[in-house]
């Protein structure tokens, strides 16, 4: 195969195949759709070591809660089961109400890249027993993809789902 022309802008891939009957084969990579949950899985990591890597990762995209989900620990629940990140706060420091949560979370990837987040919320008590969950979660990798990828993912699963 002799890749003749490669172009990211355009999200293109031109190649000749020897022996081959057709004269150029055309990838469209934006075609191409990769979930990045096949790749992330729950990790541990100590509170020494989280604080060090949140300070040395340069990528970070803040994603806005955005939920129709009314209970701190339901919204947590359900957003580490829609990353496939593992929950580094104690349980107990999580249990009782008193109307906010903050929470770290970790994974890797398959490939070793660290992916941390910060969930920060909030139940505004004053709009009512069932306002909304608010708050924002911070996200924090050393690649641009990561973050980006796991904001998207984040987006995508706010809304609880009806079942």
């Not at 970070?60 to 955005?66: A, H, L, Q, R």
């Not at 505004?124 to 990828?149: C, T, W």
Request: one cysteine or more; glycine letters at 6%.
């Amino acid at each position: 195969m002799n890749i003749t022309f490669l172009s990211s802008g355009s999200g293109m891939d031109l190649y000749d195949v020897s022996g081959a009957a057709s004269d150029r084969n055309c990838v469209v990579l934006s075609d191409i759709h990769i979930d990045i949950m096949d790749y992330i899985q729950p990790a541990s990591c100590t509170d020494a070591e989280f604080r060090q890597m949140w300070a040395e990762f340069e990528w970070e995209n803040k994603v806005t809660v955005n939920t129709n989900i009314v209970d701190l620990n339901e919204y947590l629940h359900h957003i580490l089961s829609s990353t496939n990140m593992k929950c580094l706060t104690p349980e107990k420091a999580l249990s009782g109400f008193c109307g906010f949560m903050a929470a770290n979370l970790y994974a890797r990837s398959i490939f070793g890249e660290d992916a941390l987040a910060n969930v920060s919320i909030e139940k505004p008590i004053h709009l009512g027993p069932d306002a909304p969950v608010n708050g924002h979660i911070r996200i924090r990798a050393k690649s641009q993809g990561m973050a980006l990828s796991l904001g998207d993912k984040i987006n995508l699963s706010q809304k609880k789902t009806s079942a």
